[in-house]
């Protein structure tokens, strides 16, 4: 005999999940280059733990893919705080990228200060932003 005080038998064994999930994974499904922004910035960690791995750049820098990380995983939980890191760190690496085209006249480095400024502005549009807890 069932009363009211009992939930339904759920026989897949896992807990619903709670509106909050539900509605940051249809934010995220509404704003997909948020997540290929999130997805780039692990990239970009990943390259320069490489880097320093083989001795291209120095050890200090294994302090950014901290930062890129934690930005990424930031804005992917659609946080304001990971949303700035995360635009700080395009908006640097651009900036970078733009300085390394100017001096050694890279096309390499003119795409990727260019990829990065398609990501800023994406970041800085109003619906993004308006979105972020």
Same mark, same amino acid.
């Given at each position: 005999?069932?009363?009211?005080? =009992?939930?339904?038998?759920? %026989?897949?064994?896992?807990?619903?999940?709670?509106?909050?999930?539900?509605?940051?994974? #249809?934010?995220?499904?509404?704003?997909?280059?948020?997540?290929?922004?999130?997805?780039? &910035?692990?990239? &970009?960690? *990943?390259?320069?733990?490489?880097?320093? &791995?083989?001795?291209?750049?120095?050890?200090?820098?294994?302090?950014?893919?901290?930062?890129?990380?934690?930005? #990424?995983?930031?804005?992917? &939980?659609?946080?304001?705080?990971?949303?700035?890191?995360?635009?700080?760190?395009? *908006?640097?690496?651009?900036?970078?990228?733009?300085?390394?085209?100017?001096?050694?006249? %890279?096309?390499?480095?003119?795409?990727?200060?260019?990829? =990065?400024?398609?990501?800023?502005?994406?970041?800085?549009?109003?619906?993004?932003?308006?979105?972020?807890?």
């Amino acid at each position: 005999m069932m009363d009211g005080h =009992n939930a339904p038998d759920d %026989s897949s064994g896992r807990d619903p999940a709670s509106p909050a999930q539900k509605s940051l994974a #249809a934010t995220l499904l509404k704003l997909p280059g948020v997540i290929a922004i999130g997805f780039y &910035m692990i990239l &970009m960690a *990943g390259v320069t733990v490489v880097y320093v &791995m083989q001795h291209h750049t120095a050890i200090l820098y294994l302090v950014f893919p901290i930062f890129f990380i934690a930005g #990424a995983l930031g804005l992917l &939980m659609m946080l304001r705080w990971g949303w700035a890191l995360t635009l700080a760190a395009i *908006g640097l690496s651009s900036a970078t990228f733009f300085y390394r085209f100017s001096v050694e006249h %890279s096309f390499a480095a003119l795409m990727q200060a260019l990829l =990065n400024l398609v990501f800023f502005f994406y970041l800085v549009r109003t619906d993004v932003r308006e979105r972020l807890r």
